[in-house]
């Protein structure tokens, strides 16, 4: 019994030891918790954010958008375009290197290219416009238009899912359908691919041989440098979490710390806060056109003027310095958001909105709304929504169930009342609905459109009159046009816009401003 | 003994399919679409139609169990949706920080449950009994994230001596492993304290009063042996029978105790596969909790006979 006691003493000794013992790094390691853990490792395959981000580490792309949306080159060199617009020719930089150590070249890149723009939206658009795209020598590419368009710089440089990554030829090659199983890029970092547990951490190496751009880094433009040797993207799923464990610098960057956490973390000397404005999202309401009532567009149009904006963000983030009034469709202070023509909508005007469902002859038809429950950021956008819709006169019959159901259930198009519904609330990143093409709820092509279906030939052709501009001034009225347009057939409702800010230890700096958190450039100082 | 335990593992056999057929109706039963999910908000219907014939979620539902079982049968758990990986890579992965966990709980609160409860039981309604029974009370009453939540904030953020979440694999370092268990342990033996406490204080109590205890104590046999010799030994079985359960158990609060500490074992991954609709990985694991309870069930039935003399198979 005395052996055992002095064994487990000795035992507790040393594990007290071992709670003061600091360990060693001979390289900096930044730890980092982001939105989500990474299942999915595709970035062409699937839309989710989590994806694009892990896609931004280990590729490259050809052009990018510095921090003001001006489109930079990136792996290009230079590109020139014909005089009369139909001919684009890219020549990439010298030196760029797969993760294997290969060259890049521009078979790669014209098979990349081909896989993205078959999963892609914008993508699709932009080949309509294609006729053929031509590798020239290794480091040159060819593409060749039916007629000019704006889409091809703007498709390249698309800064958001599916953002265009370039991948080595056979593994572009692989059917868009299915997912790669290569993993080999030409970014900054190295995926090591051994040590990915998911539910665990993701790990990447920085890429000694990656040659950064010249220019100083800007958004997702200029030199790529990584500052660190290894990141790791640790899958911590609890919010209190997580910022216990950044307070105590257990981890150094927080990609999106909950708003009412916010406080105990300005309250620490060692933490700080970056409030970019491009990291920012917009609340939508997207009614389903296919059924009653929102089947009438003058139903839908009662739903401008019995919404406003600062109840839907009070509601959900509840701090005003990360809230924005903002009508404008494509994102304030945007290159096309405009505030034209949203003067007397989303202020909640019931009475207006009582006339319009008069004249309408509205029948009391229940609106089926999705309420998803288990997302905070979205959690109270649908009772705020039921609340403002029941004063205006509509009968609400709000449904509760979590985000992936609601994912499920909204692709069905039943009627309301066999599994259908009539409609929901949700976000975007700002990167995505920058204009009338990447706008995705824009898409009113029917029974092609995303699920809602708007059904609008007006629109469809605003959009495609924009894909054809290349002209910036014409591009904003059309964008304008759009906007005008949307109002009067409602294919979904800004409902305001927020701003989710990063918090990382007061060691790390570098965090570029840029509409997608990305790690290069970022610096661990002791 | 042999003969009955051939047995009991021949009805494994109905039991793990009834529970096979009733993991699979409710996951399909339920309204989602793991394809819908796997393609993201951007993607249309016919990309999601795509996905879902890859997944072979538009085969009838009928040949889709008959697919997975005859899989199964053979050793083949399947691949998941979303890790690419075989289910039984997952599994592998996951099992290490969840036996631990379990381990750490289970010793801890047998260490500190059992000789609560005795000396509750010997000293039936004084302040040391009240006292064992509030905190019993207070173990059964308490939700773990609470109970979590207020041992890190005392141990990993006010006193700085343990760190507030993660999980080192043994092979990293046996002291690492150890320190970053202390938290979730001490959080998840919370409640399996109270049960054993409660369970050792009854079983002990009928135990005292028998004949036998007071012989031992007119023997002039010491307290303590009476107890732990005498009292103790006979008031085992249903003590065994609690700490059986109680591992079971264990299967509900490591979901919760790895979501919150952050440790990778099949907790957390129960709780990822839910959340993304992984069918292969929820199916998966809920065989495998229910062959380990049923396991657990067949230990314990095994351990009465080296308890109790009188139990024979």
Known sequence: MIELRKAILAAACAAGLSLVATPSFSQTTLKAVMHSDLKILDPIWTTAYIVRNHGYMIYDTLLAQDEKGAIKPQMVDKYDVSADGKTYTFTLRDGLLWHDGKPVTSEDCVASIKRWSARDSMGQKMMSFVESMTPGDARTFTIQLKEPTGLVLLGLSKPSSNVPFMMPKRVAETDPTKQIEDFTGSGPFVFARDEWKPGDKTVYVKFDKYKPRPEPASGLAGGKVAKVDRVEWLAVSDQQQAVNALQKGEIDFLEQPSIDLLGTLKKDPNITIVESQQLKAQYVFRPNHLHKPFDNPKIRQALWYAFNQEDFLMATVGESAYIKECKALFICGSTFGSTKGTEDVLTSNVKKAQELLKEAGYDGTPVVLMHSTDLKALTNLAPVAKSLMEKAGFKVDMQSMDWQTLVARRAKKDPPNAGGWNAFLTSWVTADVMNPVSTAYLNSSCDKALFGWPCDETMEKLRDQFARESDPAKQKAIAEAVQARNMEITAEIPVGEYLQPVAMRKNVTGLLTAPAPVLWNIEITK | ?313
């Open chain 2, 1 to 313: 003994m042999l003969g009955y335990i051939l047995r009991r593992l021949l009805q494994t056999i109905p039991v793990m399919l009834v529970v096979a057929i009733f993991i699979f109706l409710m996951l399909r039963l339920t309204p989602s679409d793991p394809a819908a999910i796997i393609a993201g908000d951007n993607a249309n219907a016919e990309q999601v139609a795509q996905i879902r014939s890859q997944l072979g979620l538009d085969q009838p539902m009928l040949q889709q169990f008959v697919i997975w079982i005859g899989k199964v049968a053979r050793g083949d758990l399947g691949e998941s949706f979303f890790f690419k990986k075989t289910v039984a890579a997952l599994v592998g992965e996951r099992i290490e920080p969840t036996l631990s966990l379990a381990f750490f709980t289970i010793v801890i609160a047998v260490l500190i449950a059992v000789p609560l409860g005795v000396l509750a039981a010997q000293r039936q309604d004084t302040w040391i009994d009240r006292l064992v029974m509030g905190f019993s009370v207070l173990g059964f009453s308490l939700p773990v994230f609470v109970i979590g939540y207020l041992l890190i904030y005392v141990f990993a953020i006010w006193l700085n001596w343990l760190p507030v979440q993660g999980y080192q694999h043994i092979s990293e370092g046996v002291l690492g492993w150890a320190q970053r268990l202390i938290l979730p342990s001490m959080t998840l033996s919370v409640i399996y304290i109270a049960l054993i406490a409660r369970m050792t204080r009854a079983s002990v109590l009928e135990v005292l009063s028998e004949d036998y205890i007071r012989t031992a104590r007119a023997k002039g046999q010491i307290e303590r042996k009476v107890l732990f010799r005498h009292a103790l030994r006979n008031a085992a079985v249903p003590i065994v029978t609690v700490i059986g359960l109680g591992i079971a158990l264990l299967i509900g609060g490591v979901v919760v105790t790895e979501s919150l500490f952050t440790i990778p074992g099949l907790g957390r991954l129960t709780v990822d596969a839910v959340l993304a609709r992984d069918y292969p990985t929820i199916q998966a694991v809920i065989l495998l909790f229910s062959f380990v309870y049923v396991m657990i069930n067949l230990a314990v039935d095994l351990i009465y006979t080296l308890l109790d003399p009188r139990i024979r198979y």
